[in-house]
């Protein structure tokens, strides 16, 4: 397994210019996969919603950049081990850096990845200040546990009020 360090270089390395969507997770897992690998859960169900989406097989990393989308874990560290409280603990802990991520990046659209402890602290952020739930922020389960299906859906439906550049 990578060090902390390498994960976040290889997010920075496809973090775009310009983010225009920001997908928001919870972290990456503890078990080594990460979503900038291409092995992870996460990676695989939005490869198969963007592909639904343009019904094609077109998504990658890369692509994804190019699009001006980026993935950004609410905690550095995975949370995925942790007890329920703690797990709460850290992800509260790490609001507010995601709440000046948000202030700096300024997306038009954010996909919250994670809903059973992220949800709740971004509703009652100042995030909401300036997006309006289900036209510029979707709040989708995340895609384990037999949410795969449910998570895709959620996605594409996301996906149609955001224009892409194809080229």
Same mark, same amino acid.
Request: glycine letters at 6%; one cysteine or more; a negative charge.
């Given at each position: 397994?990578?060090?902390?360090?390498a994960?976040? @270089?290889l997010?920075?390395?496809h973090?775009p210019d310009?983010?225009?969507?920001?997908?928001?997770?919870?972290?990456?897992p503890?078990g080594?996969?990460?979503?900038? !690998?291409?092995?992870s859960?996460?990676?695989?169900?939005?490869?198969?919603?963007?592909?639904?989406? =343009?019904?094609?097989?077109? =998504?990658?990393? @890369?692509r994804?950049?190019?699009?001006?989308?980026?993935?950004?874990?609410?905690s550095?560290?995975?949370v995925?081990?942790l007890?329920?409280?703690?797990?709460?603990?850290e992800?509260?802990?790490?609001?507010p850096?995601?709440?000046d991520?948000?202030?700096?990046?300024?997306?038009?659209?954010?996909?919250?990845c994670?809903k059973?402890?992220?949800?709740?602290?971004i509703?009652n952020?100042?995030?909401?200040?300036?997006y309006c739930?289900s036209?510029?922020?979707?709040f989708?389960?995340?895609?384990? !546990?037999?949410n795969q299906?449910k998570y895709r859906?959620?996605?594409?439906?996301?996906?149609?009020?955001?224009s892409?550049c194809?080229d």
């Amino acid at each position: 397994m990578m060090p902390n360090n390498a994960y976040e @270089n290889l997010r920075n390395h496809h973090k775009p210019d310009n983010v225009e969507v920001l997908f928001v997770g919870e972290s990456r897992p503890q078990g080594g996969t990460f979503f900038y !690998q291409g092995d992870s859960a996460l990676y695989r169900e939005t490869k198969k919603a963007f592909d639904e989406f =343009f019904k094609e097989d077109i =998504f990658t990393v @890369n692509r994804f950049k190019n699009w001006n989308c980026w993935l950004y874990d609410i905690s550095e560290n995975p949370v995925n081990g942790l007890g329920d409280h703690e797990r709460k603990a850290e992800i509260h802990l790490n609001i507010p850096k995601l709440i000046d991520t948000i202030e700096t990046l300024n997306p038009k659209t954010i996909i919250v990845c994670k809903k059973k402890f992220v949800e709740p602290e971004i509703k009652n952020s100042s995030i909401m200040d300036n997006y309006c739930e289900s036209e510029s922020i979707f709040f989708l389960p995340f895609p384990g !546990q037999g949410n795969q299906r449910k998570y895709r859906e959620s996605l594409v439906k996301a996906l149609g009020g955001i224009s892409f550049c194809l080229d």
